[in-house]
């Protein structure tokens, strides 16, 4: 640290760390950029990692998941934020005439794979978890009943009664298939719409769209469920109205006949019988409103959260499990644990191969995308960046740091290697006092 402070080059590190915005593991770069006049050959400005500290440019590390880079994470939840919002109320490129289309907030969950330890509240009022007079036991002898009032971060809550009883099989293989499951009720949904419009389904989108933005959210028993914003939309996309059939009423009714008919089914293999996955009993559909309790902000707030997290709650991991790791070194709870070992298992069945159960045993089988977006939704998260970096590049310009010039009749010539990520654990404590952000755990237990 010491040697750090004191080095020559101090000032231009700090302004590297300082433009990470508190990255926890920046990507480190090296390389050059030359800008040539596509006319007579003459180099106009370079830029090289040579002259900077470490030799090395350093940038965000840009993921979504605020478990492993909480600073990178609120600018992706930010940008959805907007992506969502703008689909509601207009902006972006999205006319403001679009809060005048039939609009529902969906809610898809998944079934039940076993009693779990819940928290419920009626009337203000915490209830027991599963109160049950003549509770009688499971076969493995456990009573399944719990008269405890678990509060909001009760570590217990989410984990089955009985262990032995929950179906650890059914949760993973669901996990798996909930994408399939999804893009089943788009279908499914759309071919609803058509019949009530009155029209065949390949002439659906010559009178009318469909357009939608979900997160997937883990429950802490493990499961993913959906929530998703439904928008129906003119053959243009949000810059045409829908035809007048097309009702907040109509979408209700689509909605609720495609999460009740839609299924997937996984056949018998290996002595285990055939499962039919369908979405829970439980569907939750509210309209979206400018005025009330589900108001454009927080559908955007609530959707955007959820896209920067993964299966923490849970208590798993947030990097990929190799299948002859022990996972009894990685210190996690029995839910989870026995979760991932289902997840290996099952990779190793003939027939489940397409699923890919070991590469996402992390994440409990879930593969697909946790914020996705239809095409015509609103704009979408590379424009946004886009947006940032000609910002950015303006900048550049007024300060002196770039040339200005015609980019039309400049050639570009750039050249970069990886060259690792990450902080010492030195600088890593400077870099925490830079951005005023938390300094994360350190091996040894040094802070």
Request: glycine share 8%; charged share 25%.
């Amino acid at each position: 640290m010491i040697a750090r402070l004191n080095a020559p080059d101090y000032d231009r590190w700090a302004a590297q760390i300082r433009a990470t915005a508190g990255c926890r593991q920046p990507i480190h770069l090296r390389g050059k950029v030359e800008h040539y006049d596509g006319a007579t050959g003459q180099l106009l400005h370079r830029y090289t990692t040579r002259h900077e500290p470490d030799g090395i440019l350093r940038l965000p590390c840009k993921t979504r998941r605020a478990s492993r880079c909480p600073s990178c994470a609120e600018v992706y939840r930010s940008d959805t934020y907007q992506l969502i919002r703008a689909g509601l109320v207009g902006g972006k490129g999205v006319p403001d005439s679009v809060t005048a289309h039939p609009t529902l907030f969906a809610t898809l969950t998944a079934p039940s794979f076993g009693a779990v330890h819940t928290r419920r509240e009626r009337n203000g009022k915490v209830l027991p978890c599963h109160a049950r007079r003549d509770a009688e036991a499971c076969p493995h002898g456990r009573v399944m009943s719990c008269t405890a009032k678990h509060s909001p971060d009760d570590p217990c809550l989410g984990e089955p009664l009985c262990p032995d009883c929950y179906d650890y099989t059914g949760s993973v293989l669901f996990n798996a298939l909930a994408p399939l499951l999804w893009k089943r009720f788009a279908d499914s949904l759309r071919r609803r719409l058509a019949k009530h419009g009155g029209l065949p389904l390949r002439e659906l989108r010559e009178h009318l769209t469909v357009s939608f933005a979900k997160v997937a959210e883990y429950q802490r028993r493990g499961v993913v469920h959906f929530h998703a914003v439904i928008r129906l939309d003119g053959p243009g996309g949000p810059t045409a109205p829908p035809p007048s059939w097309a009702t907040t009423d109509a979408l209700a009714q689509a909605v609720r006949h495609a999460a009740h008919v839609v299924s997937a089914l996984v056949p018998a293999l290996e002595g285990q019988p055939a499962r039919l996955f369908k979405w829970g009993a439980q569907l939750d559909i509210r309209p979206i409103t400018l005025n009330g309790d589900l108001t454009e902000q927080a559908v955007a707030g609530y959707i955007a959260k959820y896209a920067t997290k993964a299966a923490e709650c849970v208590g798993t991991l947030d990097r990929r499990i190799n299948p002859l790791d022990n996972l009894d070194a990685y210190n996690l709870k029995d839910h989870p644990k026995r979760l991932i070992a289902e997840c290996l298992r099952l990779a190793t069945v003939e027939g489940l191969a397409e699923l890919r159960l070991a590469d996402w045993a992390h994440m409990l089988g879930f593969r697909g995308h946790f914020s996705t977006r239809s095409r015509r939704y609103s704009t979408t998260l590379g424009e946004l960046r886009a947006a940032r970096e000609r910002h950015a590049r303006e900048q550049e310009i007024t300060t002196g740091r770039l040339p200005l010039f015609d980019e039309d009749t400049i050639l570009v010539i750039s050249e970069w290697t990886y060259a690792g990520k990450g902080y010492s654990v030195a600088d890593q404590l400077i870099a925490a006092a830079i951005t005023g952000t938390r300094v994360p755990d350190i091996p040894g237990g040094a802070r």
